[in-house]
Nanobody, 126 residues
Framework: QVQLVESGGGLVQAGGSLRLSCAAS????????MGWFRQAPGKEREFIAR????????YYAVSVKGRFTVSRDNAKNTVYLQMNSLKPEDTAVYYC???????????????????WGQGTQVTVSS
């Protein structure tokens, strides 16, 4: 059973930073890539970033490019989301997810991912 566990959320003032972590475990875990999504109240789940395990290739949503950085530690099966220059509109529950495909690509739909973490709340105050 694949498990994804996020951590690192919290309350921060606008302009501040947070780093989220997502630890993957499970005997059958062999995902090509990991994604980060977020969902604000009343809004659809939104793609944020993606990184491949093997090459470290990254993709970002326009709304976070230049402010957020996704990285991975293959030895720890862990991906990170460094969030800088946070804005109140970044407030949401953040999820990590494992890509269901066996090849890399610019996959941004939530349906492209088949395992999800429980989510971690990020609140940015103005």
């Amino acid at each position: 059973q694949v498990q994804l566990v996020e951590s690192g959320g919290g309350l921060v003032q606008a302009g501040g930073s947070l780093r989220l972590s997502c630890a993957a475990s499970g005997g059958s875990f062999s995902s090509v890539a990991m994604g980060w999504f977020r969902q604000a109240p009343g809004k659809e789940r939104e793609f944020i970033a993606r990184i491949t395990w093997s090459t470290g290739m990254t993709y970002y949503a326009v709304s976070v490019k230049g402010r957020f950085t996704v990285s991975r530690d293959n030895a720890k099966n862990t991906v990170y989301l460094q969030m800088n220059s946070l804005k109140p509109e970044d407030t949401a529950v953040y999820y990590c997810a494992a890509d269901r495909h066996t090849y890399d690509g610019n996959f941004r739909a939530w349906g492209d991912y088949n395992y999800w973490g429980q989510g971690t709340q990020v609140t940015v105050s103005s």
